[in-house]
């Protein structure tokens, strides 16, 4: 649930990326207000969701959680329901994410990172355990940590966006009222971003759900591997981000070569950055295992994963700053479409067929990721080589 609500922001925010990098490269900062408060109206229009979320969540755990656990369904539900009232203050961090990084303004956001999760740990130990007279709230403590952590961070941003600096530059204190015809340019741009994220997110989820039934160890081998992974996939997605400025930038300046050129650039930065790091797991496999496990079936099957996933990093940072460059550039309806058939169509039956039909078990299940990760990547690149995306023009 609560990754469909962090695809959603996360489509917000890379929209105003879009926005934003084409009017920075065209040298109209005094447009940046304006599609700023557009990304702001759907955020407003978005946050009335938050009337529908209690009555979902208590369903949802109603489904998920044992009949004989009342308890967990409760705690669960309180917990979902607190949590809700952070979706606005996300989504309005995120477009000012989108317009510090549309900007080339990384820092910024780092910054607003590390405040929002250290926040969050302290007001944890605060609340949870209730410390320091607090009162110890225990899991609505938690969810009650997390919406104050990111209320701080939605402070910040507000006082970024709105700082003098930026309303003089950017025109960012002058409100506007987006039209419909507004506010579905951004959601053209915005939810493709979103709706792909869940659903290759929804088909990984299917993929360990899958490799899960081949054995405890098999999944705690795969839980541990997925802990690397995520370091090699977080350097790409960085890359990616700057892909999407940059390549937005240069369209607005009228500069498509040079979009095109960075995100070469980018493509060697992401495969030499995510090459060497996967060389680790190729190189010393049992001894990152054995960091998280001692057991040796754990360690064994996890070795066997470390070395299939090193294959595969050049496939993943080509299909990751390919995607960032398309989406930077507009054409998110393609690469959700991509993704969605090739994900459902091919990835998910592929690896089914592979495990119940011709028994290849693990090396089975991580061949079809192989040749999903691969076949998205050449189908991104196909599409970028095209040049389609240097014509898409924004509402």
Do not use: C
């Amino acid at each position: 649930m609560w990754r469909i609500i962090r695809d959603t922001n996360r489509g917000a925010a890379n929209s105003t990326v879009v926005f934003v990098g084409r009017n920075h490269g065209a040298g109209q900062p005094e447009r940046i207000g304006t599609a700023i408060w557009r990304s702001l109206n759907m955020v407003a229009w978005l946050s009335l969701l938050i009337v529908f979320l209690p009555s979902l969540f208590s369903g949802v755990m109603a489904l998920a959680a044992p009949s004989d656990s009342p308890a967990v369904r409760e705690m669960g539900t309180t917990y979902l329901s607190i949590r809700a009232f952070e979706i606005p203050l996300v989504m309005f961090s995120a477009v000012v994410w989108g317009f510090l990084v549309g900007r080339g303004n990384s820092r910024a956001p780092m910054i607003l990172a590390w405040i929002t999760v250290l926040a969050n740990v302290f007001l944890d130990w605060l609340l949870v355990l209730g410390n320091w007279g607090a009162p110890a709230l225990g899991v609505a403590g938690a969810a009650y940590a997390t919406v104050m952590a990111n209320g701080i961070n939605a402070i910040l941003s507000a006082l970024i966006l709105w700082s003098t600096s930026s309303r003089r530059e950017f025109n960012t204190g002058r409100a506007h009222l987006a039209s419909w015809a507004e506010l579905k340019g951004v959601l053209q741009v915005g939810l493709p971003m979103g709706v792909g994220d869940f659903i290759e997110i929804a088909s990984f989820s299917v993929f360990f759900a899958l490799l899960a039934r081949l054995g405890t160890d098999i999944l705690a081998a795969n839980q541990i591997a997925l802990q690397f992974l995520s370091i090699s996939f977080t350097f790409g997605i960085a890359v990616s981000m700057a892909t999407s400025s940059l390549v937005s930038q240069n369209l607005g300046a009228k500069q498509p070569e040079i979009a095109e050129k960075v995100t070469y650039r980018a493509l060697g930065l992401a495969v030499a950055g995510m090459g060497l790091i996967g060389l680790t797991y190729l190189i010393a496999p049992a001894q990152l295992m054995g960091i998280f496990s001692q057991e040796q079936s754990v360690i064994d099957a996890g070795v066997f994963v470390m070395r299939l996933i090193a294959f595969y990093q050049v496939f993943d940072a080509l299909g990751i700053v390919m995607a960032g460059a398309l989406n930077g550039a507009g054409d998110t309806t393609f690469t959700m479409a991509a993704r969605s058939i090739m994900a459902w169509g091919m990835f998910i039956p592929l690896v089914w067929l592979l495990i119940y039909r011709f028994d290849a078990g693990l090396a089975g299940a991580w061949a079809g990721a192989l040749i999903y990760l691969g076949g998205l990547a050449f189908v991104y690149l196909w599409r970028f080589r095209t040049g389609r995306w240097k014509t898409i023009e924004l509402a």
